[in-house]
């Protein structure tokens, strides 16, 4: 039996050419950017900040003593993705510029630590009287969102040194 030579230079091409690569794989290889948190609030996703060290959320809650949002900054280091939360009150979130809220501090302020895959419940906030509040690390796709917010389908890219509302859930802001 003959083999067609254009069917062997063709199953050649195949073996030669390197796969191209898939958008759709998940980086896990720990390089700055490529974990995200999820904000829970009462067990429903509020928004996915990208641990890139240059992106912070503000996600709006309510609770006791004015408390109007929660300020959520994640950052890498290694493979474990630290996360810092501050209350901010009386929508102070709403007269600040990025700068401004980058720079605040308010108390008390929690960190929590996880790698890929945790869901972790915050607490320290109690007096507040806060919905329930979990934070879930995961891996994100590339570069695609390391400067960029996610709530649902509301992608949210902001520029240097502003905040962008994402959704009714809070805002995207990008470090000056």
């Known amino acids: 039996m003959r083999i067609p ?3 062997l230079w063709g199953l050649l091409a195949l073996l030669l050419v390197p796969p191209a690569p898939s958008h759709l794989a998940l980086e896990t290889d720990g390089e700055e950017g490529s974990f995200g948190v999820h904000i829970l609030l009462s067990g429903r996703e509020a928004l ?12 709006r809650v309510s609770g006791r003593e004015n408390l109007s949002a929660l300020k959520v900054v994640p950052e890498v280091n290694g493979d474990t ?9 009386t ?6 510029t990025c ?13 929590i630590s996880g790698r890929v895959g945790d869901t972790l419940r915050v607490s320290g906030f109690e007096r507040f009287a806060l919905p329930e509040l979990d934070v ?8 695609s969102l390391q400067d960029c917010c996610e709530c649902g389908k509301l992608v949210c890219c902001p520029n240097s040194g502003q905040c ?6 809070g805002q995207c802001c990008r470090r000056p």
């Open 164 to 169: 962008l509302g994402c959704g009714g859930y």
């Open 48 to 59: 996915l900040i990208p641990a890139s060290g240059r992106i912070f959320g503000v996600v």
């Open 91 to 96: 929508r102070i979130e709403e007269a600040l």
């Open 136 to 143: 879930r690390i995961v891996p994100l796709n590339g570069a």
């Open 81 to 89: 993705v630290t996360i810092r939360l501050s209350p901010l009150f």
């Open 5 to 7: 030579w254009v069917f």
């Open 99 to 111: 700068e401004q809220l980058w720079q605040f501090h308010s108390e008390p302020t929690v960190t």
